[in-house]
Every structure is written in structure tokens, then in C-alpha cells.
């Protein structure tokens, strides 16, 4: 399975913007850049996704390097209820792939300061 | 619309005894993944399913086994259960087939506990 390094824990102040990078240097080419977070006591939860082109939606943005080999997951306005531990995964999207599979890192344990 | 359910949500086993988790994906789902997640630890995958075959198992003994239903549901099977076998089982569903470049949604789990 393709790889993805992601620092062990970050901290943020209330209301400022979050960076979250993910390292990926044997990304494939049929390969997506998927974001989840877990909150305290609950399953995962789908953040973000994307494959060459930057994406944005209601929860974060997703900055991806042109060379695809690493990504930022951005948090505009960081909320306590970001607290959570945010995990960076490869999907491959080439039907019939094996890397299909939603493989999960130890992932970056994100605390919000009031 | 549903979400993924899981059943039950917490039960109490103990050592040796055998256990079956159960998870009812999204409609229109077609993969179904399982995990593993002891207290404060990560989430170690045990089992994918798609359009009914396994597609891919993690490295848990046999004793951990499954399967997918035609109407997409899954069973996990646990054998012989240890004390290490006490965690949070995960369900997920996504879309499969040839669309797997989409999110996947997760149940609430079952909290296994082995005495």
C-alpha cells in the first residue's frame, strides 16, 4: 500500500487558520488524496478529497503540490470542535485496484487553544 | 437516508466464546471495510468487501473472518476471542465497483469487551 507521513500531533490557537501536511512520495498516478478526522469518541468522519487540482468544500481545503508528493489540509477558522485526529490516505481510484482500500496511518492528533 | 448501521452497539463476551458484528451499509453502497480499534489506538483495517467478494484482509489471524451479503450487508466473525480482542469494531461503506474514488461513511461501531 502507498505510504503517507504526517506529523504526530499540531496545535492551534481558536479561530486562526490550520495547515495539516501530509507527505506522499510513492503516490501513484491513479491515486486520491483522501482527508478523514476522528473525533473524541466517534468514527471517523470523510473531510476532503482530491487527486491533482486544489478542492474546497464547506469543512477544510485541500492543497496539493503540482508534483502530487505531498498535500495540506486547511482549516480556516479553527473551532474547539476541530480537536480530533486527522488521517491523510491514499485510495487508488483505478477500477479493479487493490489500493482501493482505505488503509489508515497513525494520523495527526490536532488540539485547539481557546 | 440511513447512515451506516452497526448492531449491537456494545456486548460483553467472554474468552473463548465466539462473537458476530454486524453492519448495514449506505444504500446504493457496495464496499463495505472493517477495523479494528483498541482504546486509544489507531485503526488497524481487518476486512474489505465489494460487490459481494473479499477484496483485501489485513493482517489479523483466520480466526477473524467475514463475509458480504447480496443485499451488500456484512458480517464480522470472531472465533476463539482473546482478552486483546476487547476494542471498537468500525464499519465503513463507500461506493465500489468501478467508483472508487469517492468518500467512505462510518457506522458508530460495536464496543467488544472480552472478559
Known amino acids: 500500500d502507498a505510504k503517507t507521513t504526517q506529523p504526530n500531533s499540531m496545535e492551534s490557537n481558536e479561530e486562526e487558520p490550520v495547515h495539516l501536511p501530509c507527505n506522499h512520495s510513492?503516490?501513484?498516478?491513479?491515486?486520491?488524496i483522501h482527508w478523514y478526522r476522528q473525533l473524541p469518541s466517534q468514527g471517523p468522519e470523510y473531510v476532503i478529497h482530491?487527486?491533482?487540482s486544489n478542492v474546497n468544500n464547506r469543512m477544510a481545503s485541500l492543497a496539493i503540490a503540482e508534483d502530487r508528493k505531498s498535500s495540506t489540509l486547511i482549516l480556516h477558522r479553527a473551532t474547539l470542535r476541530d480537536a480530533a485526529v486527522y488521517y491523510c490516505?491514499?485510495?487508488?481510484?483505478?477500477?479493479?485496484?487493490?489500493?482501493?482500500?482505505?488503509?489508515f496511518g497513525k494520523g495527526t492528533k490536532l488540539s485547539v487553544k481557546p | 437516508e440511513a447512515g451506516v448501521t452497526q448492531s449491537p452497539t456494545h456486548l460483553i463476551k467472554t474468552r473463548g466464546q465466539q462473537v458476530t458484528l454486524r453492519c448495514s451499509p449506505i444504500?446504493?453502497?457496495?464496499?463495505v471495510y472493517w477495523y479494528q480499534q483498541a482504546l486509544g489506538l489507531g485503526l488497524q483495517f481487518l476486512l474489505w468487501?465489494?460487490?459481494?467478494?473479499?477484496?483485501n484482509r489485513g493482517n489479523f489471524p483466520p480466526r477473524f473472518s467475514g463475509r458480504q451479503f447480496p443485499n451488500y450487508s456484512s458480517e464480522l466473525n470472531v472465533n476463539a476471542l482473546e482478552l486483546e480482542d476487547s476494542a471498537l469494531y468500525l464499519c465503513?461503506?463507500?461506493?465500489?465497483?468501478?467508483?472508487?474514488?469517492?468518500?467512505?461513511?462510518f457506522g458508530q461501531g460495536t464496543r467488544l469487551t472480552v472478559v
Open positions: 465503513a461503506s463507500s461506493l465500489g465497483g468501478r467508483i472508487m474514488n469517492t468518500e467512505a461513511f
Open positions: 510513492t503516490i501513484s498516478g491513479t491515486d486520491y
Open positions: 482530491g487527486l491533482t
Open positions: 490516505i491514499l485510495r487508488d481510484g483505478a477500477y479493479g485496484g487493490s489500493q482501493g482500500n482505505l488503509i
Open positions: 444504500s446504493g453502497h457496495t464496499s
Open positions: 468487501y465489494d460487490e459481494g467478494e473479499e477484496r
